[in-house]
């Protein structure tokens, strides 16, 4: 399951255009779909905190059923995610009207340059401080 799936259901209950239509209730989520949307929800916050002051105006995501992109800024991402915790499903939403591409990055643009930026982080710190919560691997010990 992706970021893509997590946000807006699977492609048999979702129209292309952001969100199920049907109508019907939907089961809630397992314990394990639920744990997998509160670990998006956190990973998108890193993400916005890193990425937004640089530009980024959100997640671009493929689309399987239209084989378009959707842009979704941070905010529409964040209120889908959270619906779907509530909810179990995701509502219909607007995409962003005439986006520029460049204004957004995949999921895993967004998460290799948080993984970057923890890198750098941890080369940075100073040595002799390797202590529990030093943000170093035991094997580096």
């Known amino acids: 399951m992706d970021a893509w799936d997590d946000a807006f259901g699977s492609s048999r209950d979702r129209d292309p255009d952001f969100g199920p239509d049907d109508g019907q209730g939907h089961p809630p989520l397992t314990m394990e779909e639920r744990a997998g949307v509160l670990d998006d929800l956190a990973e998108l916050e890193v993400f916005r905190t890193l990425l937004e002051p640089t530009g980024v105006k959100g997640i671009v995501v493929d689309c399987p059923d239209c084989q378009e992109e959707h842009h ?3 905010a529409l991402m964040q209120a889908n995610l959270r619906q779907l915790l509530d909810e179990g499903q995701t509502g219909r939403h607007e995409p962003p009207f005439d986006p520029d591409p460049d204004d957004y990055v995949s999921w895993d643009y967004a998460s290799g340059y948080a993984d970057a930026v923890a890198a750098m982080a941890e080369r940075e710190e100073p040595t ?14």
């Open 128 to 141: 002799g401080r390797h202590g529990a919560g030093g943000g170093r691997h035991a094997r580096e010990d």
């Open 72 to 74: 979704v800024d941070w």
